[in-house]
Structures are given as structure tokens and as C-alpha cells.
């Protein structure tokens, strides 16, 4: 409701960058803000028609959030497939700790969700190519499961690792660290149930 979308080029005066976020994960990427202030532009430096802006910040948001849940699938894959190897190779109590049957019933049970997560995602993904009416609502259920069971599956990862799982050597603690924000970027999983209850609501 009376947002619109402009171009600011770089270098345009008031246009400057915050300090460099410290973050508990993505530490590889830099976050900054960006800070306007009295930026002189010109009409011309509308994008596509006035008062049109949040609707396509909106449409944009659908494959963001496809794109964040399969970063959550694919570390979570990873996870799994490293703590797979890890349990084949350490030893407890005389056995290989992939001997145990508590945790064998984990293994399954996130193979199972991963695979759920991977399906609905593809799922979200064909409807958004193919303009489904509820693919929006289909982007947010799909980020919201596939993010969260992507941070519930490397939470499990580092248990299955023991105290290693904990050291920075083994790479499982910054998947942890590094999922966390999917439940909180592109929209939190807050608002992503409130995009599905509300086209509930409408019938849809
Ligand atoms: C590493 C990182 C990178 C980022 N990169 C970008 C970027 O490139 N571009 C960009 O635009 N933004 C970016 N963000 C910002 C990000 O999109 C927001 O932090 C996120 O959308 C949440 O908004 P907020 O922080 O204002 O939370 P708030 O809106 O303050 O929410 C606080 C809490 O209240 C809940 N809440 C809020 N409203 C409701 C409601 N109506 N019903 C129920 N619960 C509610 C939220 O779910 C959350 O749990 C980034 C953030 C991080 C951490």
C-alpha cells in the first residue's frame, strides 16, 4: 500500500553501508546494513509502476524461500551423510557406535524426514515454475518444514558425534550454527505459519 521500488546507484550520495555484523553463523557471508539518507534520485529510478513495490518484494520472497530451505537440505544432507561415515568408524562399548539399535532408529527417522522435506520442497518448487495458484502458500510450508527439520537433523548430527560433534574441527557444529537463521531469514517461520493460516482461512 503506496510502496514503490527505486534504483539507487552506487556511489548516490546518502547511500552508505553499516559496520560488519558478528554473527552466531553465515560467517562467511558479510551482513551490513544499507542505510539511505536524503538519497537524491530521480523519477526515472522507479522500477516497474508506482505503488507496485511490496507486491514485488512479495513475489521475489516465493524462490527466496525455496532457495533458503534447499541450503537447509542440502547441509543437512551433508550432515547426515558425514555422521553416517563417523558411526561406521567409532568404536563404544567393543562396537562400532552404528551397532547400536537407539541409534540406528535415529538414523532412519532422519532419513525419513529428510526425504519428506526434500519431496515437499520439490513439490513447492513445481508449483512456483508452473504459477499455481497456492504456490505461495506452498513456499511457505515448505520453508517452514524443511527448515526446521534441517536444524533438528544436524542438532541430531552433532549428538550422534559425541564431544567431536562440539569442536569446530568436524564441521557439524557450524551447520548447527549456520541453519539457525533459516528459521528467521526470507520471513520467520512465525509469519510463514501466519501466510498458510490465513489462506486457510480464505478458503484456499
Ligand atoms: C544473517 C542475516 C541476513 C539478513 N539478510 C537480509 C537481507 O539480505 N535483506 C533483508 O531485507 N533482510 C535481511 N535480514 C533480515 C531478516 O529478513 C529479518 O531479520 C527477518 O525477516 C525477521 O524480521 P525482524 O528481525 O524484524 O523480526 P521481528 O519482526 O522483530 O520479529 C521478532 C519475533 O516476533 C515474531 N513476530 C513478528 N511479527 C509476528 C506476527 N505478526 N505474528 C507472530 N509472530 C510475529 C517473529 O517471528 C520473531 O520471532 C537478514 C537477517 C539476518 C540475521
Redesign the pocket.
Known sequence: KGISTVYVEAGTEGLSYGGL?D?MG?RSQP?RQVQFDNCNISADDLVGEEGKGFTYAMNGLDGGRLNIAACSLGAAQQGLTQTLAYMAERRAFGKPIDQFQALQFRLADMEIELQAARTFLRQAAWKLDNNAPDATKFCAMAKKFVTETGSRVVNQCLQLHGGYGYLADYGIEKLVRDLR?HE????????MR?IVARQMLAGQ
Not at 184 to 191: C, F, P, R, V
Request: aromatic residues 8%; charged residues 30%.
Open positions: 555484523e554473527k553465515w551482513t537463521v528467521i531469514l526470507e520471513g520467520t517461520n512465525e509469519i501466519l
